[in-house]
C-alpha cells in the first residue's frame, strides 16, 4: 500500500507557475502508474496528466498538454506536477493518484487509480 500527499498548491497570478509535488509513503511507488487530476467547484473531477508504470509514457489533458510536465523523482518518492503558464481556468483543487497494477496508458478514468491524496488547492487570478 501507498499513502499521497499532495502540496505545493497556492495563489497565482496568470502567466505564473507553480510545482505540485505528491510525496509517496509506505513505500516506492516508483513503479506505479500516477496522474493527476483537478475538480472545480460544481465540476467533475478531470484528468490532468498520467505517468505510465514503467518505460515514462506521459499524456495530458489537450488544454495544458504544453503546459504541464508531469515526472518523478524516485530519490525522493515523489511525482510531481510542473505547471507554467497558468490560466484562471486551471483553478481546481489538484490531487495525485497511483495504482500499483498495471493500465492500459492513457488512463484518465478516475477509477483507474486505487490511491489518491487529499488534494491542494490552485488558485489562479487574471
Not at 516506492?28 to 475538480?39: D, P, S
Not at 489518491?116 to 487574471?126: D, K, R
Request: net charge positive; with cysteine.
Amino acid at each position: 500500500q501507498v499513502q499521497l500527499v499532495e502540496s505545493g498548491g497556492g495563489l497565482v497570478q496568470a502567466g505564473g507557475s507553480l510545482r505540485l509535488s505528491c510525496a509517496a509513503s509506505g513505500r516506492t511507488f516508483n513503479n506505479y502508474a500516477v496522474g493527476w487530476f483537478r475538480q472545480a467547484p460544481g465540476k467533475e473531477r478531470e484528468f490532468v496528466a498520467g505517468l505510465s508504470r514503467t518505460g515514462g509514457n506521459t499524456h495530458y489533458l489537450d488544454s495544458v498538454k504544453d503546459r504541464f510536465t508531469i515526472s518523478r523523482d524516485n530519490a525522493k518518492n515523489t511525482v510531481n506536477l510542473q505547471m507554467n503558464s497558468l490560466k484562471p481556468e486551471d483553478s481546481a483543487v489538484y490531487y495525485c493518484a497511483a495504482r500499483s497494477e498495471g493500465v492500459r496508458m492513457p488512463a484518465t478514468r478516475w477509477y483507474d487509480y486505487g490511491y489518491w491524496g487529499q488534494g491542494t488547492q490552485v488558485i489562479v487570478s487574471s
